[in-house]
């Protein structure tokens, strides 16, 4: 996009984020390229199965380790049961706290809303605008791990990475969507990010604990990280009552934010 | 009847236990300039935030051109130029006006042009270097460009040197001859004595004069320095206050002045010297009146 086409909200929030788009690009992408390339190492040495089987069964259970030395089981353990999902969740976290919130800090809110848009399209620009940046970042992580597994001898499914990579790309926009609508209501950018990031972490352990606590089985299903990723997607697929779980989150949080924002007091 | 710019009838804004604004009651007509003057914290720039939507009263109701303030009908029809300007750093001079020219919908491209030169703006720069003074810059060219027929200026010129004040002062009367309606905040009286026929003054919240610059000055009076026999005219009908000066008396009249020159044809005068009121001095005795009641 050159500068000259800065023709709305969407494309001056875009253009923003350009450079920190391409730094989380990269930086995904040397993740998944260092995993793959470990990946033969692993994959040709029988001892590691023997290794990991004689991890204690919590911590197997912790950090979702199973067939270790096969592809999917790899990825999974590697690349969806926490980094991948993070950082892409970091990414949009950070943009949600920014776009609404981190706009009334620098007090460029009010220039903006001088100007005959309304609140509610404010925030779904926004949103819109931190829905692209974690799409850009998810099909990098498809795009790599698909075409790039084969040559360290990881073959997957394109379906299965599908369900792995979408499930990720919907944690990330309830964490971002999250923060976008904290940011909304408050106006406290700061605030926005600590919140949503307990919020997150607090997912992911409920989903990984639950592992290990049967206690906590139970309560498996308030976690969004479990219907994200919690029903091993790498190897069945897609399972579209726990990813529709996730977009009717993302899609009342955006209701929420819109709502808050539009009955707040913007203040100097 | 024509439809006034801005209705604010009987505004009140609450923070907690402050009341910032205080039963605020104004018009704005069309292709009017409407000087908006009070000390820092009276109440002006949350008064003109309630106007653009950005806050929500308390009470009371203020419509632009008709329309509820706030809505999308009045923001179409209102540009904003904010005291202490805050655009977007990554932008330079030009994609924001690009942009605000964008958002607005209706704005003005050769004039912007037109602007730019006027106010030797460098628009390639990014908003992050820019002086205060250029960014206030920016924010006036994107107001006075586009179309709005109401603009709502809050100490608009705070970072403006004398020349650049010269051509903010010009854009504004253009901006009169084509009917724009202008609210004017400031603190600096000279810059709303030379622009407005109107002023509305407002302390802690409270509205306490809306009048034509010329009908004040006759409230307060004209200021007359005599030389010569000065002795008893404070007994002269019209007189409100006289101060001794080593070879006369300063006198202030206020109201027809016939009375007053009459007694000066009696008495040993050599000169008299005649001043009209500044808006300051006006605006002092208004506020100082009104700290009193």
Redesign the interface.
């Known amino acids: 996009m050159t500068?000259?086409e800065?023709?709305?909200?969407y494309d001056?929030s875009l253009?923003?984020q350009r450079r920190g788009i391409v730094g989380w690009v990269s930086g995904i992408a040397f993740f998944c390229l260092v995993m793959l390339a470990m990946y033969p190492t692993i994959h040709a040495n029988t001892s590691f199965s023997k290794l990991i089987d004689a991890y204690p069964e919590a911590l197997r259970k912790l950090f979702d380790i199973s067939d270790y030395t096969t592809g999917p089981g790899y990825l999974r353990t590697e690349v969806f049961s926490f980094m991948a999902p993070l950082l892409v969740t970091i990414y949009a976290i950070l943009q949600g706290s920014d776009l609404l919130a981190g706009e009334e800090e620098?007090?460029?809110i009010?220039?903006?809303?001088?100007?005959?848009?309304?609140r509610r399209r404010v925030v779904l620009e926004k949103w819109l605008a931190l829905a692209t940046g974690v799409i850009v970042l998810s099909l990098v992580l498809e795009l790599l791990l698909g075409l790039a597994g084969p040559l360290f001898e990881l073959h997957l499914g394109w379906r299965q990475l599908s369900a792995a990579v979408l499930g990720t790309a919907l944690f990330a926009l309830f964490g971002g969507t999250f923060a976008l609508a904290w940011g909304a209501a408050t106006g406290a950018r700061g605030a926005a990010r600590g919140v949503s990031a307990a919020v997150v972490i607090a997912m992911y352990l409920l989903s990984a604990l639950a592992q290990l606590v049967a206690a906590l089985k139970s309560f498996e299903w308030a976690s969004l990280w479990y219907h994200a990723l919690g029903g091993d997607p790498l190897t069945t697929g897609f399972h579209y009552g726990h990813l529709g779980v996730l977009v009717v989150f993302i899609g009342a949080l955006l209701a929420a934010a819109v709502r808050l924002f539009e009955?707040r007091?913007?203040?100097? | 009847m024509t439809t006034l710019a801005l209705d604010i009838k009987d505004l009140v804004k609450d923070y907690g236990s402050t009341r910032a604004v205080d039963h605020v009651s104004l018009e704005l007509r069309a292709g009017e300039v409407l000087g908006f003057l009070g000390p820092n914290g009276a109440g002006k720039s949350t008064t003109l935030r309630l106007a653009l939507g950005l806050l929500r009263p308390t009470s009371g109701t203020i419509a632009v051109l008709g329309h509820p303030a706030g809505s999308d009908e009045a923001r179409a029809k209102v540009a904003y130029v904010a005291g202490d300007v805050s655009l977007w750093p990554q932008l330079t001079g030009a994609d924001t006006l690009t942009l605000l020219a964008a958002l607005h919908g209706d704005s003005d491209a050769a004039y912007t042009a037109q602007l730019i030169e006027r106010f030797e703006l460098d628009p390639r720069k990014r908003m992050r270097a820019y002086s205060k003074g250029n960014r206030q810059k920016v924010a006036l060219i994107g107001a006075f460009a586009t179309r709005a027929e109401v603009l709502l200026l809050d100490e608009p010129t705070s970072g403006l040197d004398p020349l650049m004040d010269r051509v903010f002062r010009e854009c504004v009367g253009e901006a009169r001859e084509r009917g724009q309606a202008i609210l004017l905040s400031s603190h600096m009286l000279s810059e709303v004595e030379h622009l407005c026929s109107r002023v509305a003054m407002i302390r802690s919240g409270q509205l306490f004069t809306v009048a034509d610059v010329a009908q004040l000055r006759t409230r307060v009076g004209v200021e007359f320095d005599v030389t010569g026999d000065a002795d008893g005219l404070d007994a002269i009908e019209g007189v409100t206050h006289v101060e001794s000066l080593p070879d006369g008396a300063r006198v202030r009249v206020v109201g027809p002045p016939g009375a007053f020159f009459a007694a000066l044809a009696t008495r040993n005068v050599t000169a008299v010297h005649g001043r009209e009121s500044s808006l300051e001095e006006i605006f002092l005795s208004f506020y100082d009146e009104s700290n009193v009641s």
């Open positions: 500068r000259a800065l023709g709305s909200l001056r253009f923003e620098r007090r460029t009010d220039l903006l809303l001088a100007n005959p848009i309304s009955r007091d913007l203040t100097a």
